[in-house]
Nanobody, 116 residues
Framework: QVQLVESGGGLVQPGGSLKLSCAAS????????MNWYRQAPGKERELVAG??????????NYADSVKGRFTISRDNAYNTVYLQMNSLKFEDTAIYYC???????WGQGTQVTVSS
């Protein structure tokens, strides 16, 4: 079965950290560009971070709003993509989704809430 399953969301205080995981099945993440998106209440879904395939050099890119705070990575042994989120802010509160653009495949999302 081809799917993406996110985990790792939760409630965190401002300034805190979370690490999201996106476990893939049915395909090898190393062969594809993979992205993290987020959608806050009342807002459009936005691209947060992306990583190219291994063949593409594994280059990463980030939205300006998270640059320097978030890191996208991939562990091919676990067929999983990660999003390390540090120095979290109230405005990072959203549902975070993993996405494979080549397969137009979305995960179910994981909620991140930044609150004091």
């Amino acid at each position: 079965q081809v799917q993406l399953v996110e985990s790792g969301g939760g409630l965190v205080q401002p300034g805190g950290s979370l690490k999201l995981s996106c476990a893939a099945s049915g395909f090898a993440v190393r062969m594809y560009a993979m992205n993290w998106y987020r959608q806050a209440p009342g807002k459009e879904r936005e691209l947060v971070a992306g990583i190219t395939s291994d063949g593409g050099g594994g280059r990463t890119n980030y939205a300006d709003s998270v640059k320097g705070r978030f890191t996208i990575s991939r562990d091919n042994a676990y067929n999983t993509v990660y999003l390390q989120m540090n120095s979290l802010k109230f405005e990072d509160t959203a549902i975070y989704y993993c996405y494979n653009p080549w397969r137009t495949l979305w995960g179910q999302g994981t909620q991140v809430t930044v609150s004091s």
